[in-house]
């Protein structure tokens, strides 16, 4: 069917009159429906191709500038500098269709209150034309032209005279013949698009504007840098592949020449010194060798005496130790003999002591004897005096007893008695005086005679001792003898000893002397060599515009620029589409009864069907010319004249149409009208005629789940249960509104976002993150020294508060197959580095503390690679090193990418020890950063001085541009939100125009008739901001992860104030069009009520 | 006596750009309260402009309407708009229930925005549709959704029930119920019931019969002996 309806609508039949007049009238009548799709339509196309063709209308412009000035497409660069003869070989190369060298310096200007630092170059005949903008060019010598930017940022106007200075330690006048420049006139070059005129090593490093002079007024001997040109490249346009291609090919044939430009230089700068330092060489070996076989003469001779005195020293000890010996023996000798003599005295005290007992025992014993005896003399006596009275008794007793004899008995008897008393006393005399022992007498004489042999041993002994005395005497006597032969020969030694140390000092002191000698002469041959190994090979750069910054920063603008236009146009385009599908939908169904008459009335269907489409197409395409012509031409005019509010210097804004991009969108959007229209068409034109033309069964009414819940639903007033039931009732209506509004919302929470994201890095980046001032490049001679000690004296410079070492270098990263770029850094000090840099969690804040565990890296990076803490990751930092480290968290950053390494960890890894190159600086007081930079690059220490403020400032101009392009989708977003809500309103009222009027004859007023509609917009407009926050949520997330350059991250987070201006601007969209549709609630005509259902 | 609707010589002129259509001309009539009037007149007759003028949802150009006392052609919108809602029933040809509300809610609607109201349940069972009171309109034949019509304008209790062509949407047989239903509305109820129809066969059913012809009163005639709607042939 829809292929006999193409043929017979576009091959060639002629509509019929009557249905073209129709379409006609049915525009006419319908006109607001028709210009809403027409004007929707323009406004999704024309936006999407505007934005779209904005990326390659910037480069276009950039090409077409660089182009009319005639800029350069590659630099040549030299470590010694181009000479004339490096200039013929290149411009002799086949494509290069012109080179030209031009000199440079930068110099310091000190007539005005401030010291400002000027590139002075010279001007180039056939290439980077400048422009002038005030004065003329120079004519007589001493005469300049600035930079058109120096007026407005300095004091240096038209007519000025320019003191100049060298900011190094060779004079000015080696490189200018006139240090003193009068200002004759201001122009722009097209080397620099924007305010940032590079870097230097001389004054604060930050070079303020360009001054040009002629060639002559140069009396360099080679030229700084040479500009080629070719116009093989004229017909491509920069930046495109085709462009990237042929430059490359011509820069290989350029690198082709730089092996014969090297050696050819190389020989005009070191052939003769090479040549001398050879003879040197020569001479000074033979001296070397000559003054090596005399000292080893010398030095055989010395040794012989040495032996000599060890020989003598060793005898002289052999007979120190024999003395020592002998001295050892008298002294035994004569502690035998004190204790011989001590024992004599013992045994002659002894034998005294003896000898006296023995006689005390002898006296003894004689006084025992002597007492025996008389006792023994008594007794007997008595003994005999009383055996004789006895006797005389007996005697008496054999007398007769008589009286006389009676009585002579008892006397003596009595005196027998008495007699007794005295022989018992005598006898117990006697037993008290026994008789000594005899064997006691005995004893008393052996003692004697013991004690005689005691004596005479003693006296022998006694003899013995003075015989040793004698001999110990004679050992005295001979020991004094060799202890002064002894001396003697020590002295004899000393001597000897002196007279070798006194030959051996000499021989030093010639020694040294001739080395000395020899050394200077080695130290001039090595001067000499270094000197030539300090001419290095020269090295060559050639470059393209891919070396300037604001080539670069203009590219990747472009490059966002494009990116931005991948998505939110599209989103805008799709919104679009939508709604003009819904209208066209809508109408078809409005249209029921008038096609069921058509096909009645026997029109074919395709001629049925042909009104409808060409309505949407006529009002889709319109509206598509209009988008195209308005929004290919305004919006890059837009984005281009806000870029070069940034990019002063780019004088051209090439707009031309993409035809491309307007096909694109014109035939999206007539496949969506257009198929909307011939979609509905064939489900009406499915039915038969008079299905169609009886009106359509009204949309049953019916109960939704809500009036389950008759507690809630008893409680609901009349008109919100009726809100609620039509709510559900036009589902597709229902779907749409929430989605247009939705969408809107999303874009401009996008919007808003995405400025918040863009401040969050400068903010962020700059305030949190870097707390150091300034990056200072440590010179490369100095590195020799200890970079601790170099960084102590650079904080001793005034102003600085903490200076801290880091090794950085640029290193690819890779894990499972991912590589991306990053720095490594690593700090001297860990501690200190954690306070000028701060590490933490995004999220949490938590900090992370660098520690030989492992690396931390920045959250880009690990997003980029998906590595988390703890997973390995293998760092490389160039073809020979590269090791596999740990992650060991992840740290906040928004700007390049980098990975942190303590000291530590960096040499386990890779072995060696960090070589510091750059070193990070806190100022006491940041307003300071220029007089301190001026001071440290002073210093000898310091090649380069880069500010943290002036990064910030260019990554904030740079941002900034994104955030006047943001701004435009804001106010397009907005725009669209209007229209959509509008037209969504719009078909609203249209449907329910008879309910509407219904309701106005059974006399509701027109307030109240206006809560009855507005209860469901506003229900719809809040469901869409509900949707639109989270489509726009994770919209906004998919736009920052699309726009987002490697170097950059950006912020994550939408702040709550976006939040709220999204919303409060939905709703304020939604208010403004819900106040103009309430006019036209108020025309409803009750009179629609009584019309027939169509 | 004053009578309780009288229109005084009202005119309608539409102005098309320069062409000055006159739909009503100097028409005047007076309805008594508690009458059933049929409005008759053939298309194009002006039945539906002074049916509108009557039901306030249009201005007459010149002349005045007074209902039970009160100049309606002095009103502005918003005193028209008040006395739609207190003192007039519509009953459309079209029925113009709300899809989406039930028979009651549909009644309740009506009866939401006005003081003097009847109660929506009862009114529906006087209809006769006490059992389908919560079917949506899509679920009741073409009578039933009349009737729903009819309980809507009199659960309002208006003092002036205007039908517009009642039974041009019906068959035969559902059109005389519904016209024996205003009838009986119009005895039962004291209820001044107005219908505006084409069709002169239900002329025959009125107390009072107006012909229009061309924007005027061209015959007015008072029935004794009204037909009940059953009797009515066409």
């Not at chain 1, 096909?599 to 889709?620: D, E, M």
């Not at chain 1, 709220?1060 to 025309?1083: D, E, Q, Y």
Request: hydrophobic letters at 40%; proline letters at 2%; one cysteine or more.
């Amino acid at each position: 069917m829809s292929i006999r309806f193409r043929r017979e609508s576009w091959n060639g039949k002629p509509m019929k009159k009557s249905l073209r007049k129709e379409l006609f009238r049915e525009i006419r009548k319908s006109l607001n429906r028709y210009l809403s799709i027409l004007f929707i339509v323009m406004l999704g196309v024309g936006f999407f191709t505007g934005v779209r063709a904005s990326e390659p209308d910037m480069r276009l412009s950039m090409d077409v500038m660089a182009d009319q000035a005639a800029f350069m497409d590659l630099r040549a660069l030299c470590s010694y500098g181009i000479t004339e003869g490096d200039l013929q070989a290149l411009s002799a190369l086949p494509d290069i269709t012109a080179a030209e060298g031009e000199y440079s310096v930068d110099a310091l200007e000190r007539s005005g209150a401030k010291q400002t630092v000027l590139h002075v170059a010279s001007l180039t005949e056939n290439l980077n034309h400048i422009m002038l903008t005030e004065g003329r060019f120079p004519e007589k010598p001493g005469e300049c032209l600035i930079d058109a930017q120096l007026p407005v940022v300095s004091e240096i106007r038209i007519g000025s005279v320019l003191h100049l200075e060298s900011g190094t330690k060779d004079p000015l006048s080696d490189s200018l013949r006139h240090t003193e420049l009068t200002v004759v006139g201001a122009c722009t070059s097209p080397y620099y698009l924007d305010f940032e005129r590079g870097s230097t090593a001389v004054g604060n490093g930050e070079v303020t504007g360009f001054v040009l002079v002629d060639p002559d007024e140069f009396c360099m001997e080679v030229y700084t840098q040479a500009y080629l040109r070719s116009d093989a490249l004229r017909a491509l346009l920069y930046t495109s592949r085709e462009y990237d291609e042929k430059l490359t090919e011509i820069k290989k044939a350029a690198e082709s020449i730089v092996p014969a430009r090297v050696s050819v230089r190389m020989e005009e700068l070191v052939g003769d010194a090479k040549r001398e330092l050879a003879d040197a060489k020569t001479k000074y070996s033979e001296a070397r060798a000559e003054a090596d076989e005399k000292f080893a003469e010398a030095l055989q001779k010395l040794q012989d005496a040495e032996t000599k005195l060890q020989e003598g020293e060793a005898e002289l000890e052999k007979n120190r130790k024999k003395l020592e010996n002998a001295a050892k023996k008298i002294e035994e000798n004569e502690a035998a003999l004190l204790e011989a003599k001590e024992g004599l005295e013992k045994e002659e005290a002894e034998i005294a002591a003896l000898s006296q007992s023995i006689s005390q025992r002898e006296q003894s014993y004689q006084a025992a004897r002597a007492a025996w005896v008389a006792a023994r003399t008594a007794y007997e006596a008595k003994k005999r005096a009383f055996q004789a009275k006895e006797l005389e008794l007996r005697v008496t007793e054999s007398l007769p007893e008589s009286e006389a004899r009676m009585a002579a008995i008892s006397r003596l008897e009595g005196e027998l008695r008495a007699l007794q008393e005295e022989l018992s006393q005598a006898e117990r005399e006697l037993q008290a005086h026994p008789q000594p022992d005899s064997s006691i007498q005995t004893q008393i004489l052996t003692d004697r005679i013991a004690l005689y042999v005691r004596e005479a041993q003693l006296d022998k002994t006694r003899e013995q001792i003075s015989e040793g005395e004698e001999a110990l005497t004679a050992g005295k006597e001979e020991y004094e003898e060799g202890l002064q032969a002894l001396q003697e020969g020590e002295q004899t030694l000393r001597e000897k000893q002196l007279e070798y140390s006194r030959g051996k000092a000499d021989f030093e002191r010639e020694k040294e002397d001739a080395e000395a000698e020899l050394s200077e002469a080695l130290l001039k041959i090595e001067d000499g060599e270094r000197e030539i190994e300090a001419v290095k090979d020269p090295e060559w750069y050639i470059l393209g515009r891919d070396s300037i910054s604001s080539y670069v920063a203009l590219d990747n603008d472009a490059a966002r620029i494009g990116a931005l236009g991948k998505v939110f146009p599209v989103i805008f385009f799709l919104v679009a589409a939508l709604v003009s599908l819904a209208t066209m939908t809508r109408m078809v169904e409005e249209k029921r009864t008038e096609i069921g008459t058509m096909l009645a009335l026997g029109y074919s269907t395709a001629q049925v069907a042909g009104k409808y489409i060409i309505y949407a197409l006529s009002a889709t395409l319109t509206g598509s010319v209009f988008g195209i012509l308005l929004g290919e031409k305004v919006l890059p005019w837009v984005i281009i004249k806000t870029y070069r509010i940034m990019y002063t210097n780019l004088q051209v804004t090439e707009i031309p149409y993409h035809l491309y991009y307007g096909i694109l969108a014109a035939a999206a959007a007539s496949f969506c009208t257009g198929g909307a229209a011939l979609f509905s068409c064939m489900r009406s034109i499915k039915k038969t005629p008079a299905v169609l033309m009886r009106p359509a069964a009204p949309k049953q009414g019916k109960r939704i789940v809500l009036e389950r819940i008759s507690w809630l639903w008893k409680r609901l007033s009349f008109g919100q249960k009726s809100t609620l039931r039509n709510l559900f009732r036009y589902k597709k209506r229902l779907f749409m509104t929430i989605f247009g509004i939705g969408a809107c919302m999303a874009l401009l929470l996008v919007g808003f976002g995405l400025r918040d994201s863009i401040y969050v890095v400068t903010d962020k980046q700059f305030g949190d993150i870097w707390r150091y001032d300034g990056t200072i490049a440590l010179s490369e001679t100095a590195d020799e020294r200890n970079p601790a000690d170099l960084c102590s004296e650079i904080g001793e410079t005034e102003g600085i508060s903490a200076v801290l070492p880091v090794f950085q270098k640029q290193v690819d990263v890779s894990v499972n197959g991912i590589t991306k770029q990053g720095n490594l850094i690593v700090p001297a000090d860990p501690e200190t580095f954690m306070q000028m840099v701060s590490l933490r969690d995004r999220k949490t804040a938590e900090p992370r503390v660098l520690s030989s565990e492992g690396v931390i890296i920045t959250e880009k990076l690990a997003r980029q690679l998906s590595v988390e803490a703890g997973v390995s990751i293998r760092i490389k930092e160039d073809e020979f090193r590269s090791r596999t480290v740990t992650v060991a968290g992840i740290t906040e950053n928004y700007v390049y990418q980098y990975i942190y390494m303590t000291p530590d960890y960096y040499e386990k890894s890779f072995g060696t020890e960090a070589a510091y190159s750059l070193a990070y600086f806190c100022l006491r007081d940041e307003a300071q950063i220029d007089d301190v930079s001026e001071e440290l690059l002073k210093q000898e220490a310091v090649l380069g001085v880069s500010q943290m403020g002036s990064s910030k400032d260019t990554i904030r101009d740079m941002l900034k541009n994104l955030n006047l392009i943001v701004l435009v989708l804001i106010a397009s977003a907005g725009l669209l939100a209007a229209v959509v809500i509008y037209n969504l309103n719009n078909i609203n009222i249209t449907e329910r125009v008879r309910e509407l009027a219904t309701l106005r004859v059974l006399g509701y007023y027109d307030r109240e008739l206006a809560v009855y509609v507005y209860r469901e917009n506003v229900i719809l407009t809040l469901f869409g901001i509900a949707v639109g926050l989270i489509l726009g949520k994770w919209l906004h997330a998919f736009t920052i992860r699309t726009i987002e350059v490697d170097v950059i991250m950006f912020g994550r987070v939408i702040n709550p104030q976006s939040y709220l201006f999204s919303v409060l601007l939905t709703l304020g969209f939604a208010a403004a069009v819900n106040f103009i549709m309430f006019f036209r609630l108020r025309k409803i005509d009750m009179v629609e009520s009584l019309k027939s259902i169509e | 006596m004053s009578e309780f609707v009288e229109l005084r010589s009202v005119s309608k002129i539409y102005r098309m750009g320069e062409v000055k259509i006159t739909a009503v001309d100097r028409m005047s009539f007076t309805i008594s309260k508690g009458q059933f009037v049929v409005i008759v007149g053939p298309s194009g007759a002006g039945k539906t402009t002074v049916l509108n003028i009557l039901g306030g949802m249009d201005s007459a150009s010149s002349g005045h309407i007074f209902v039970d006392g009160e100049d309606i052609s002095a009103f502005d919108s918003r005193r028209l708009a008040r006395y739609r809602r207190e003192d007039i029933g519509f009953v459309f040809q079209f029925y113009n229930l709300v899809q989406n509300l039930t028979a009651l809610e549909n009644v309740e609607l009506a009866v939401e925005i006005c003081r003097d109201h009847l109660n929506s349940r009862e009114v529906l069972a006087d209809v006769g549709l006490s059992e389908r009171a919560d079917n949506f309109p899509a679920q009741l034949s073409g009578g039933e959704q009349q009737r729903v019509s009819i309980a809507r304008a009199l659960a309002k209790n208006p003092k002036l029930l205007l039908c517009d062509e009642p039974t041009g949407a019906l068959d035969y047989e559902t059109g005389k119920s519904i016209l024996g239903l205003l009838h009986r509305m119009c005895r039962e109820r004291g209820m001044t019931v107005v219908v505006i129809t084409h069709n002169s066969a239900i002329a025959e059913m009125a107390d009072k019969v107006i012909h229009i012809r061309n924007g005027s009163v061209a015959r007015e005639e008072m029935n004794e002996h009204p037909l009940p709607a059953g009797e009515l042939e066409w």
